[in-house]
């Protein structure tokens, strides 16, 4: 599948600012995802990395002058201008967001920005006196108000020495306001719930039953669909993932917990999608406290948890409803077993433990069982493409759903 940055052209601004060190990740993550990456630094930033470095990773030739010029003689910065699909400045210093604010054009960078058409994506970074001074707040306003996308800069320790709001963010979450802007926003007023990662079920206060899913799969699902444009709600089992970008998450323990949160936030929703692996059976007394080692074998009593995916489809009216099969075997049977019994609209199967697919890995291999019986195989990629071709999907059956049924007339 070739992602919404593929073959894009994208200019990277780099600013005189210590954080520039962290444009060259970021510049490494979006040759990675295939997109064509020119440079423009200003001197400023020269001096804490040289443009060799850019060159090396782009392999194009970095901006530093106004005079540059390329084969047919035109002028550099011009000339990108007109081919960029999105520009991203990161450091952006104070000096170049006054400058664009006022539309001075003195260097390379703010000359090439005034002559720009597509969208432009500001990453602040500096002291926090000077990120929280009024001129700079004002001139951030005022970039907004001319249409530019301002990514606020994170909080923690700087390399002054202070600590407040200032640090660039990291690249990774650079790139996923990038693919945001870019992405059409076919589920703008979609309200989606999708569930992801494990449940625990405590035996006692420090042991528990739990399985192997990291939440990545779910995880995906709810920045795809907010790039997308959709209301996320997550609903999510313990990870060590960080939030997605503006989506409400709801972390739950049990599947008790799990079961309780999606029935309440479901009403609200149009889609769902469970991505999440609950526990199938719960300790039927679990000790208040720590269990100590004695007898060489111990015995627990199970009882089943309620099946959540069964419930919201008896529930499901007409909402569009996702579910995933995790299995060791007979993958295809067991899907399409699923699908009916709990009357899903779609249900994504994988077959786990394979290094390419499944729990805790970046990448899976997947096939999407219909409504109508029919089946798509899906082959190795990324669980974020994942994702978007299953929202593909949902976004087809839901046009369908609102198609009027033909009409015969006499």
């Known amino acids: 599948m070739k ?15 210590i954080a520039a060190y962290k444009s060259v990740e970021l510049l490494r993550i979006l040759i990675k995802e295939e997109a064509n990456v020119r440079v423009i630094m200003t001197k400023n930033a020269s001096e804490f990395v040289k443009p060799l470095t850019f060159w090396a990773l782009s ?50 960078l703010s000359t090439f920005i005034l002559a720009v058409t597509c969208p432009v994506i500001i990453c602040p970074a500096m002291n926090t006196n000077m990120f929280e001074a009024k001129a700079v707040r004002r001139n951030l ?10 990514i606020e800069p994170e909080s923690g320790e700087l390399a002054c020495g202070t600590t407040g709001p200032g640090r660039l963010p990291e690249p990774e979450d ?41 939440g990545k799969m779910g995880f995906a699902v709810a920045r795809a669909a907010e790039q997308r444009g959709g209301d996320i ?26 079961a309780l949160a999606v029935f309440d936030h479901m009403k609200n929703s149009e889609i769902i999608i469970k991505t999440a ?22 015995i627990l009593s199970l009882e089943k948890t309620q099946d959540i995916l069964k419930e919201v489809g008896r529930r499901k009216k007409d909402r569009i409803l ?12 067991y899907a399409e077993k699923k699908l009916v019994e709990k009357n899903l609209d779609i249900i994504v199967g994988n077959l786990v433990g394979r290094p390419d697919s499944g729990f805790g890995v970046d990448t899976n291999t997947v096939t999407l069982f219909y409504r109508d019986g ?37």
């Open 322 to 333: 996702v579910g995933f099969a995790a299995e060791t075997e007979n993958l295809e049977a």
């Open 174 to 214: 650079i790139l996923d306001r990038l693919l945001f802007y870019l992405s059409p926003k076919d589920m703008k007023g979609k309200r989606i719930l999708v569930t992801a990662g494990p449940t625990r079920e405590f035996i006692d206060p420090v042991r528990f039953i739990s399985n192997p899913s990291s």
């Open 59 to 108: 392999r194009q030739p970095v901006c530093t002058g106004l005079f540059e010029t390329v084969d047919d003689a035109s002028i550099r910065h011009i000339d990108w201008a007109n081919q960029a699909d999105a520009v991203i400045i990161a450091p952006a210093t104070a000096n170049i967001i006054g400058k664009i604010a006022h539309g001075i054009a003195d260097d390379a």
């Open 141 to 150: 306003e005022r970039l907004k108000s001319d249409g530019h996308f301002v």
């Open 374 to 410: 029919t089946k798509e195989a899906i082959p190795e990629m990324q669980k974020d493409d994942v994702a978007h071709i299953l929202l593909d999907r949902i976004i087809r059956i839901g046009s369908h759903k609102q198609k009027p049924a033909d009409t015969n007339v006499l």
């Open 233 to 258: 709600v997550l609903i999510t089992g313990p990870t060590s993932l960080p939030d997605p970008n503006n989506v409400t998450v709801v972390r739950v323990d049990t599947a008790r917990d799990m």
């Open 3 to 17: 992602r919404i940055i593929n073959n894009k052209n994208i200019v990277l601004g780099v600013s005189g600012g």
């Open 277 to 298: 692996a609950v526990s199938d059976y719960r300790p039927k007394e679990p000790c208040g406290q720590k269990i100590k080692k004695g007898k060489d074998e111990l």
